[in-house]
Structures are given as structure tokens and as C-alpha cells.
């Protein structure tokens, strides 16, 4: 599995941005999927994740209420909705893919990730 991230950028606080994982594969609607983010001289920091069916999702408490993830098997792709962003969320954002289907919160349980997208909130 292949996974791209796309979607980052700069924005002002209380804004939005929209993240999106595009995996290859064709195993990918099996997979649970993963948002990490890694601000500079820190460890990489669990976001967000969901299950294969979409039943299953989890959120850091930091982003809970603000920050949605959904999947999209047809497209192979995974959404990360950001609202009301805060500069303490700026950080490169991964996705990663974990091939049993659990939502899982550690970097360890995944198998594959992406290069990361870069977000940036001004204050």
C-alpha cells in the first residue's frame, strides 16, 4: 500500500483546511487508517483514526469536536476535515495504514505510511 497526502497548507486561526490520504492498493477498504502529526522537536502524535467500515473512529482529545475523519473505499481515499484550527495545530500531518483493521493510536501498530502534508496556522 501507497499512501499520499495532499491537502496542506497555510491558513489563519479559526479557519479550515481539508486533508486527503490516496492509497493504492487493493486491499485498502480492509485497513484501518491513521492521522499522525509531528510539530517541529516533537514526537510524532496521534490524531485521529478510523476502521475499515467507518463504524469504528477516535480522536485525540486535543482535536475532538473540530477535526473529522471519513473514508471514502471507492475512492481509496481518507478525508481529514479540520475546523476552527489553532496554531498549536500547526505540524506535518501523516496518514498511515494498519492492514488488520483496528483503530489503533501508537506509530508502532501501523504497517505504511505517506510522506506528510505541512499545515500551518497563523495566529
Known amino acids: 500500500v501507497q499512501l499520499v497526502e495532499s491537502g496542506g497548507g497555510l491558513v489563519q486561526a479559526g479557519g479550515s483546511l481539508r486533508l486527503s490520504c490516496a492509497a493504492s492498493?487493493?486491499?485498502?477498504?480492509?485497513?484501518?487508517i491513521g492521522w499522525f502529526r509531528q510539530a517541529p522537536g516533537e514526537g510524532r502524535e496521534f490524531v485521529t483514526a478510523i476502521n475499515w467500515g467507518s463504524r469504528n473512529t477516535y480522536y485525540a482529545n486535543s482535536v475532538k469536536g473540530r477535526f473529522t475523519i471519513s473514508r471514502d473505499n471507492a475512492k481509496n481515499t481518507v478525508y481529514l476535515q479540520m475546523n476552527s484550527l489553532k496554531p498549536e495545530d500547526t505540524a506535518v500531518y501523516y496518514c498511515?495504514?494498519?492492514?488488520?483493521?483496528?483503530?489503533?493510536?501508537?506509530?508502532?501498530?501501523?504497517?505504511?505510511w505517506g510522506q506528510g502534508t505541512q499545515v500551518t496556522v497563523s495566529s
Open positions: 498511515a495504514a494498519e492492514r488488520h483493521g483496528a483503530v489503533v493510536v501508537t506509530t508502532n501498530g501501523y504497517d505504511y
Open positions: 492498493g487493493r486491499t485498502f477498504s480492509s485497513y484501518s
